[in-house]
T-cell receptor, first 115, second 112 residues
């Protein structure tokens, strides 16, 4: 149990376009989902935390207008990178948690390349 | 602010040798995690440590937690090539605080 999927696994887009990444909890309801960003050979940096039905809480330095997060249901959160630029190229990983006292389960990640 | 420090950041070891990775954190925590990441892949959960003195073992890996010292260790016994990966520790204060911070990671290379 506790499987988290992400789609797509890999995406290449042109500069200026928007890209949507989906994160789904397949066999549990996730009260909270997290979005992380990882640069090559670096650690994971928390971008934002989203609770179902509420606005996401963004970490300091993360532009909320650029990285739009929607958590419309207990099994789905989406991250939209708007007007993508090459510096947005990164590995994006989501995680999901059943409740406040539970561990986080990580998705397989989405590699975004902006040309 | 919660800070998590890992060392070493790079570790090259021979097969059959033992070594320990250290993870220090700066504030009280409910839980400490160890993850493994292979190149181009996401995180694989290895251990969750919940209390002072907790020790967990899986195969050649053993993790321990000392909450008083705010220190966790990941000990590798008789390393094999398949253990080559990047290992992260992470600290989660849980409950009403969604703050989860990762260490910088330890890139382990096990040589034949």
């Amino acid at each position: 149990g506790a499987v988290v999927s992400q789609h797509p696994s890999r995406v290449i887009c042109k500069s200026g376009t928007s890209v949507k990444i989906e994160c789904r909890s397949l066999d549990f309801q996730a009260t909270t989902m997290f979005w992380y960003r990882q640069f090559p050979k670096k650690s994971l940096m928390l971008m934002a935390t989203s609770n179902e039905g509420s606005k996401a809480t963004y970490e300091q330095g993360v532009e909320k207008d650029k990285f739009l997060i929607n958590h419309a249901s207990l099994t789905l959160s989406t991250l939209t990178v708007t007007s993508a630029h090459p510096e947005d190229s990164s590995f994006y990983i989501c995680s999901a948690r059943k409740g406040y006292a539970d561990t986080q389960y990580f998705g397989p990640g989405t590699r975004l390349t902006v040309l | 602010e919660l800070k998590v420090e890992q060392n070493p950041l790079f570790l090259s070891m021979q097969e059959g040798k033992n070594y320990t990775i250290y993870c220090n954190y700066s504030t009280t925590s409910d839980r400490l995690y160890w993850y493994r990441q292979d190149p181009g892949k996401s995180l694989e959960s290895l251990f969750v440590l919940l209390s002072n003195g907790a020790v967990k073992q899986e195969g050649r890996l053993m993790a321990s937690l000392d909450t008083k010292a705010r220190l966790s260790t990941l000990h590798i016994t008789a390393a094999v090539h398949d253990l080559s990966a990047t290992y992260f520790c992470a600290v989660d204060r849980g409950y009403n605080n969604n703050d989860m911070r990762f260490g910088a990671g330890t890139r382990l290379t096990v040589k034949p």
